[in-house]
């Protein structure tokens, strides 16, 4: 019975002087747009002993449905950079640490999708374990550009339906991270029953989904194609091909007509 006592008075005692200790940093919010790297520090004080461990709790830093790999997430030590896993890397502390902080870079891609990113960084010395959540925000972004330096003129005639056509080259460049909504619409009320039909280059095709008849334009604005992350494609862009149509030129006033016709994005 005495042995069995002294046996749990001494875990007791050997697990009450390993220390275990937290605290959290939110980095802020990124909209990547390009690949970027953010570098930052990590105030460390008393850690004892010559080699350090430091990991990750997870793999990955998470979001509520999405996942970035933590080797994004390197030490900066005083030779060379070192991604950082679950995989526990030991280190001297002279080398881990440059006047008492921890020096960090974290790895973002344009194509990382919105939401909160958690994962958590642990050191551990001889005599604790320090555990460091760290906490990002990846924000949505979309833009749209003009692909073509050329605007559209409706001039090509086809006699079976007495439409009158633009040449369909004209385009407009789609980046984004997140899901979104092409709209269009035109400037003034269409009394000239103007309409509109879009395509995507070979490779978009997978991550846009469009009509391919064409759309009547007016003065509110009307979803002509929607996708998702574009930032996945290797170009990092869906091209959207567009043709202007005027369903009948012999009710149409002869001479040069400008139409202001304006894209937009939304979620």
Do not use: C
Request: hydrophobic fraction near 40%; charge should be negative; aromatic fraction near 10%.
């Amino acid at each position: 019975m005495k042995l069995k006592i002294i046996i749990i008075l001494t875990i007791i005692v050997f697990l009450s002087q390993f220390q275990a200790l937290a605290a959290g940093v939110y980095l802020g919010s990124f909209t990547p747009r390009t690949d970027e790297s953010f570098k930052f520090s990590i105030p460390v004080q008393n850690l004892e002993g010559e080699i350090i461990s430091i990991y990750t709790t997870d793999d990955y830093f998470r979001s509520d449905n999405q996942k970035i790999g933590s080797s994004n997430l390197k030490l900066i030590s005083r030779e060379d950079s070192l991604p950082l896993s679950s995989r526990h890397l030991n280190i001297e502390k002279d080398r881990l640490l440059y006047n008492q902080n921890l020096n960090l870079e974290l790895n973002l891609k344009a194509e990382y999708e919105p939401g909160l990113y958690k994962n958590s960084l642990y050191l551990r010395d001889d005599i604790k374990i320090i555990e460091i959540e760290i906490i990002f925000e990846i924000r949505p972004w979309m833009e749209i550009l003009n692909g073509t330096a050329q605007n559209a003129k409706i001039e090509n005639v086809e006699n079976r339906s007495m439409g009158l056509f633009s040449s369909g080259q004209q385009k407009i460049l789609i980046r984004s991270n997140t899901d979104w909504k092409l709209k269009v619409m035109i400037a003034e009320e269409n009394t000239d029953n103007l309409s509109i039909r879009v395509a995507a280059d070979s490779e978009s095709r997978s991550f846009v989904d469009y009509k391919s008849e064409f759309v009547n334009l007016n003065a509110v604005e009307t979803v002509i194609a929607n996708g998702s992350n574009t930032a996945k494609l290797s170009s990092g862009q869906a091209e959207i091909f567009y043709q202007l149509r005027i369903e009948d030129f012999r009710k149409v006033i002869a001479g040069e007509k400008d139409y202001q016709i304006s894209f937009s994005l939304e979620q």
